[in-house]
């Protein structure tokens, strides 16, 4: 017994600081993931409501609705807040076939919001691969508005746990987004602050993460929220130096 305790050694400084980081970035991808989804839900049923307040004009684009605009609109609503009441499994199936069938032959306009709404059932619904397939859709629709299709890309990217085999794709898909001057900038370089303070993360990956953060809390553009989540992470960073 006492040879076994002699035998394990205790964790350094470095590994604390290293686990305790790697649990923050965690913690932080999946903080990013629910508010964007409850962000992006609240912008769909204001802009739907938008349409019906407005007397039949979307918020997005800037032309009358036809006849068959109105009638998918109706539907996605309809869809929508179904899914939002949480009434019971055949419910919920009625409206995701819905979405399902906007999403693939639905107009332009509601097809992008049915798509990315259904993804988000799909992805809190253990249906990862589903999910990605609707996003991968938005993402390369040359019909979607470019903000949807950032959208799109952001969650995609957010919804996938790194390893081996995705960091390099990962890395490049959130350097895309972080070249922009939005929001999904400032959440796009959270993604790659995460890449590099990873497990076992070098003094060169950490300085890399250190000037990701500073960029994001510099930028006018970021959101609060991923503005202080920077400045605690970086105050780590510091005390873990």
């Known amino acids: 017994m006492v040879g076994s305790r002699t035998c394990q050694a205790k964790p350094t400084g470095d590994q604390v600081a290293d686990d305790f980081i790697a649990q923050i970035q965690n913690d932080m991808r999946q903080q990013r993931l629910r508010a964007q989804v409850r962000r992006f839900g609240a912008v769909v049923v204001g802009v739907v409501l938008l349409a019906g307040v407005a007397g039949g004009v979307w918020g997005w ?28 499994a055949p419910s919920e199936q009625e409206a995701t076939a819905t979405l399902q069938n906007l999403a693939e032959h639905g107009p332009e306009g509601v097809r992008t919001y049915a798509a990315l709404r259904l993804a988000d059932y799909k992805a809190t619904h253990n249906d ?93 553009t970021t959101p609060e929220g991923a503005r202080s989540r920077a400045e605690a992470l970086l105050e780590t960073l510091g005390d873990a130096g």
């Open 61 to 88: 684009k800037q032309h009358a609705l036809t006849k068959e605009q109105n009638a998918a609109s109706a539907r996605y609503f309809t869809a929508m807040s179904a899914l939002d009441a949480h009434k019971d």
């Open 128 to 220: 990862a691969a589903g999910a990605q397939a609707l996003w991968s859709g938005v993402g390369n629709d040359a019909s979607a508005l470019p903000a949807m299709k950032t959208v799109a890309k952001y969650l995609a990217l957010n919804a996938q746990q790194p390893n081996a085999q995705n960091v390099a794709s990962l890395r490049t898909g959130y350097s895309e987004l972080a070249q922009g001057n939005d929001a999904w900038a400032a959440l796009a370089r959270e993604g790659l602050v995460s890449l590099d303070l990873g497990p076992g993360a070098s003094a060169q990956q950490k300085a890399e993460a250190r000037r990701l953060l500073n960029q994001t809390i510099g930028s006018a």
